[in-house]
């Protein structure tokens, strides 16, 4: 095959990666991807030039150097990019004075010898130092993706292929020999450089598809935490309506049977906390509730904010007169709540009821039994009197110093 055939094929299939990695461009924003896309350009402008040096004898000496300078520009590119793929940040800019030797050695070439076969030996010499400094640099990145080794295989084959031409252009030199496959030396060169090419894509769509399953799982977290804050009481931190409704859905799509008993609760006398004490006090109340509600119940059991200061809870497994006894411990814990730093704690009590349920499908009738039998309760403590009632809250008894209006509610 004549020589300048096969420049001509390289420079085509070149060209074409070349264009490859100018559209990926639009699409994939990767610091490397614009190294490597000005690495082609420059191999491109390199292969035309030394096609033009052997046609063009009178200006063989300055396209051959613009042959090595382009060349020496893709290698440093190359560098660049491979260094650039595991933090995908730019060069500094003293890492850019490298290039300026090359640019010397470049120039300085074409003197040396009127023979091309000679300077081009030396020049292969360069080159395969640069894939093999290319080859060190992918080799650290650690990215041990399929891209990645096939961008190895490429690189290293590349400096054995130049360090070759190295050895067979000096054999030919000192004996006389001649290597009939060098007359396809140019396919041989395409063949390689469109396998680094092929794993350039590969890299960067894997690098592209990582981005992707990170901002997925940004998006995932964010979701949840989203869902989370959807389902969640701000003050309370227990689940709301929304969240139960959702559980019922959930339970009823997964057809799974469930029984157990569900129990309704009230803070009592809460509107005499807040007057007498602010809204604020109020709200301490609420979640001195909660928090002592959770310690009653076990892990898996479900506490709701139904609204205000009524909450239910949902055990699983478990029958009314069990849970009951449960809650003997319940008016220990808010015996002695403080509602206000100045001023001595108080004893909060809660009136509550337990209904048991057969079915997922029977909770929200569940809920409007456990609710009544709450409300019988809260009516009974408050239509006996004084001395019989031992279940009236003693906040106020408990309290020195309050206000006249305070005093009032006793």
Same mark, same amino acid.
């Given at each position: 095959?004549?020589?300048?055939?096969?420049?001509?094929?390289?420079?085509?299939?070149?060209?074409?990666?070349?264009?490859?990695?100018?559209?990926?461009?639009?699409?994939?924003?990767?610091?490397?991807?614009?190294?490597?896309?000005?690495?082609?350009?420059?191999?491109?402008?390199?292969?035309?030039?030394?096609?033009?040096?052997?046609?063009?004898?009178?200006?063989?000496?300055?396209?051959?150097?613009?042959?090595?300078?382009? *060349?020496?520009?893709?290698?440093?590119?190359?560098?660049?990019?491979?260094?650039?793929?595991?933090?995908?940040?730019?060069?500094?800019?003293?890492?850019?004075?490298?290039?300026?030797?090359?640019?010397?050695?470049?120039?300085?070439?074409?003197?040396?010898?009127?023979?091309?076969?000679?300077?081009?030996?030396?020049?292969?010499?360069?080159?395969?130092?640069?894939?093999?400094?290319?080859?060190?640099?992918?080799?650290?990145?650690?990215?041990?993706?399929?891209?990645?080794?096939?961008?190895?295989?490429?690189?290293?084959?590349?400096?054995?292929?130049?360090?070759?031409?190295?050895?067979?252009?000096?054999?030919?030199?000192?004996?006389?020999?001649?290597?009939?496959?060098?007359?396809?030396?140019?396919?041989?060169?395409?063949?390689?450089?469109?396998?680094?090419?092929?794993?350039?894509?590969?890299?960067?769509? *894997?690098?592209?598809?990582?981005?992707?399953?990170?901002?997925?799982?940004?998006?995932?977290?964010?979701?949840?935490?989203?869902?989370?804050?959807?389902?969640?009481?701000?003050?309370?931190?227990?689940?709301?309506?929304?969240?139960?409704?959702?559980?019922?859905?959930?339970?009823?799509? *997964? &057809?799974?049977?469930?029984?157990?008993?569900?129990?309704?609760?009230?803070?009592?006398?809460?509107?005499?906390?807040?007057?007498?004490?602010?809204?604020? +006090?109020?709200?301490?109340?609420?979640?001195?509730?909660?928090?002592?509600?959770?310690?009653?119940?076990?892990?898996?059991?479900?506490?709701?904010?139904?609204?205000?200061?009524?909450?239910?809870?949902?055990?699983? &497994?478990?029958?009314?007169?069990? +849970?009951?006894?449960?809650?003997?411990?319940?008016?220990?814990?808010?015996?002695?709540?403080?509602?206000?730093?100045?001023?001595?704690?108080?004893?909060?009590?809660?009136?509550? +009821?337990?209904?048991?349920?057969?079915?997922?499908?029977?909770?929200?009738?569940?809920?409007?039994?456990?609710?009544?039998?709450?409300?019988?309760?809260?009516?009974?403590?408050?239509?006996?009197?004084?001395?019989?009632? $031992?279940?009236?809250?003693?906040?106020?008894?408990?309290?020195?110093?309050?206000?006249? $209006?305070?005093?009032?509610?006793?």
């Amino acid at each position: 095959m004549d020589s300048k055939i096969g420049l001509i094929i390289q420079l085509a299939g070149v060209s074409l990666i070349t264009l490859l990695t100018l559209f990926l461009r639009r699409s994939i924003n990767v610091v490397a991807l614009r190294y490597w896309t000005n690495a082609w350009l420059f191999l491109s402008f390199a292969l035309f030039c030394l096609r033009l040096a052997f046609s063009y004898d009178s200006y063989s000496v300055q396209l051959f150097s613009f042959y090595f300078l382009t *060349e020496y520009a893709f290698g440093f590119l190359l560098i660049m990019g491979c260094r650039s793929l595991a933090s995908n940040s730019e060069t500094r800019v003293r890492h850019e004075l490298f290039i300026v030797p090359f640019i010397l050695v470049a120039f300085a070439l074409p003197f040396l010898s009127t023979d091309f076969n000679l300077i081009f030996n030396i020049h292969s010499v360069i080159l395969s130092g640069i894939f093999a400094v290319a080859f060190i640099s992918l080799w650290r990145t650690k990215l041990k993706t399929f891209g990645w080794k096939v961008m190895l295989v490429a690189l290293g084959l590349l400096t054995l292929d130049f360090l070759q031409y190295f050895v067979v252009f000096s054999l030919r030199q000192s004996m006389q020999v001649e290597f009939a496959y060098l007359e396809y030396s140019s396919v041989i060169d395409l063949v390689l450089q469109i396998l680094l090419g092929f794993g350039m894509v590969i890299v960067l769509l *894997e690098q592209v598809l990582a981005d992707a399953r990170i901002a997925n799982e940004k998006l995932r977290k964010a979701h949840k935490k989203l869902e989370e804050l959807a389902h969640v009481d701000p003050l309370t931190t227990a689940l709301n309506r929304h969240a139960f409704h959702g559980y019922l859905k959930r339970k009823g799509v *997964e &057809g799974e049977s469930v029984s157990g008993c569900l129990g309704f609760f009230d803070v009592d006398d809460l509107k005499m906390v807040n007057d007498a004490y602010g809204h604020a +006090a109020g709200d301490i109340v609420i979640r001195a509730v909660v928090r002592a509600i959770r310690e009653v119940i076990r892990a898996e059991d479900l506490i709701f904010r139904w609204g205000g200061d009524e909450f239910f809870v949902i055990m699983i &497994g478990l029958e009314s007169t069990t +849970a009951i006894s449960r809650m003997a411990r319940l008016e220990r814990m808010l015996s002695s709540v403080r509602v206000d730093p100045g001023l001595n704690p108080i004893a909060i009590r809660v009136s509550y +009821a337990f209904e048991d349920f057969g079915d997922i499908t029977d909770l929200e009738s569940t809920i409007d039994r456990a609710d009544a039998g709450m409300y019988r309760q809260k009516q009974l403590k408050k239509n006996l009197g004084p001395k019989e009632n $031992r279940d009236l809250p003693p906040w106020t008894e408990s309290v020195s110093g309050v206000t006249d $209006r305070s005093k009032a509610y006793r």
